[in-house]
């Protein structure tokens, strides 16, 4: 085990006290690039690799809340790994640091009470133990290594570490394709007209999805700030990846309209998420009437030879059912139409 912990990197976890605007994100994370080059954003805390601060965490942590927007009240963590820092983030006090210790048997100690909903789990794993009544950390530190494994194979394993103020997983520092892409925009003067916002709304579209790079995304989400200060929020969960900036703007626009800001809008962010390589949309298999009609007169003919119908449909019976063959049932397509 002591390898193991030698090999985990000292990492900073900075956790806001309340939700954080997107701008809010850029500033603040472009203040942390002197403290380290290697930060990435999870679960609403920022993290970085304080391996270039060796021996100076204390005074790297209290410089990263320095440069904190103002009001934001955060708590900055420093352990070894993502998890360990985010669990010593929530021992420390507003605007606090706290660093886990070196000892074994005392971070095992102050992690005791914790609950295992402040594990990067699963769902189903957080669910399974909870079920078990593992629901502390505590509980969790009882157990065998090789006992967490067979009850929840990789994660169980993770969890064993946690409970032990131990991540080993590696910094995630590759460079890859963000999982979401945002543009911002300032606007010369306040807005709220219907036709000003709906022209705000369609370059926002057009700006993102050209960042996006070809992908399509499932959701976006429209952050704004008024001429008095107030803060404005709009998801939109779109029925269906798009790729089109066009549809995606006609969805902000009627939401926008039914939802409309408080007040005039001097900035606005729009974001997308779950973006995805690739896309598609199933279309209907008879998509015209004149094939719906030659299909009829298909059946028509059929059950006429053999005095029985022989064309089938699916039709939704049991919409609360999870398992598509209780959800659904094949109806025959009669010659007078559809049964």
Known sequence: MEHM??????????IPGRALAPWEIGVWASGLEGLSPRACLAGGAIYLD??????????????????????????AGVGRGMAAAALAARLAPPLGVFLLPEDEGERMRLLTPFPVSFLPLSGWARRRLELLGLTTLGRLQLLAREALWELLGREGELCWWWARGIDP??????????????????????????EGLAALVRRLAHEAMAAAGGRACREAEL????????AYRLPCRLAAPTASAEELARALTGRLLASP???????????????????????????SARDRGGLLE????????????????????????????RR???????GRGRS
């Open 328 to 334: 659904w049932m094949l109806m025959p397509i009669t």
């Open 169 to 194: 997983r590696p910094f995630p520092w590759t460079p890859q394709r963000p999982v979401e892409v945002g543009v911002e925009r300032e606007l010369p003067w306040p807005e709220l007209s219907p």
């Open 223 to 230: 952050w704004g700030e008024t001429a008095w200060g107030q």
């Open 5 to 14: 912990f030698q090999n985990a990197i000292c990492v900073l976890a900075l």
């Open 50 to 75: 304080l391996s270039w601060q060796r021996g100076r965490e204390r005074e790297a942590a209290l410089r990263a809340l320095s440069l904190a927007p103002e009001g934001l009240r955060a708590r």
């Open 261 to 287: 800001p408080p007040g005039p809008l001097l900035r606005a962010r729009l974001l997308l998420r779950g973006l995805v390589g690739e896309w598609g949309r199933q279309e209907g298999l008879l998509p």
């Open 298 to 325: 298909a059946a028509r003919e059929l059950e006429g030879r053999y005095g029985r119908p022989l064309i089938y449909r699916p039709v939704e019976v049991r919409p609360w059912e999870a398992l598509p063959e």
